[in-house]
């Protein structure tokens, strides 16, 4: 994989370490209490209201939608660390072990995105955010049915691979707009 999407992925992913941390010292881990789909649905809030800014080309509230892409990112990684945590009834767990999960589930996330751009090319960067939004939708859509199903696939992938999906989607549409800010 190009060096440059590397270090524009590790970037990215570095912000939202950072404002997970952050999080965890201020609120603790209160979304241990959140079910999948709990988790799942306030996914679906911030990528349905980054496409309603597109759509709409103007928004009442201020908060730039690259936040929205950065809770979008945290939310799936916060749902991967909840399926291995399915048994720890725990609600509070400190940040120092949560470190860990968080930088696993990244670097599993970054694997997938190495294989995919080998193959695919990074055709992403040709891409539009609008259609990125778009295919985070989508994968929510998924995972919603798989949920509703019991997590039952006939030949899909699981939910966890859905949530890397729109984790690598959230960093390309970071990149992007970040690429468009300063150009």
């Known amino acids: 994989m190009k060096t440059q999407t590397v ?3 590790n970037q990215v992913i570095s912000l ?3 404002l997970f941390k ?3 010292i201020d609120y603790g881990t209160a979304w241990r209490v959140l079910r999948l789909p709990s988790i799942t649905d306030q996914i679906f809030i911030k990528a349905q209201r980054i496409r309603s800014i597109q759509e709409k080309g103007s928004q009442r509230v201020s908060d730039p939608i690259q936040d929205e892409f950065i809770g979008i990112i945290n939310y799936c990684l916060i749902a991967l660390i909840q399926l291995d945590l ?3 009834e725990r609600l509070e767990i400190g940040y120092e072990e949560l470190e860990p999960m968080y930088e ?3 670097d599993a996330t970054r694997g997938l995105l190495e294989n995919k751009n080998h193959d695919y090319g990074e055709a992403w960067r040709d891409m539009r955010v609008s259609s990125m939004t778009d ?4 994968k929510l859509y998924r995972v919603k049915q798989i949920e509703d199903n019991k997590g039952k696939t006939l030949a899909s992938e699981g939910v966890d691979a859905n949530y890397q999906d729109m984790i690598n989607y959230s960093v390309f549409c970071l990149i992007k707009l970040n690429e468009a800010q300063n150009a």
């Open 7 to 9: 270090s524009e992925y």
């Open 16 to 18: 939202c370490k950072e």
């Open 22 to 24: 952050k999080k965890t």
């Open 86 to 88: 399915l048994d720890d």
């Open 104 to 106: 696993k589930w990244v």
């Open 135 to 138: 295919l985070i939708l989508m």
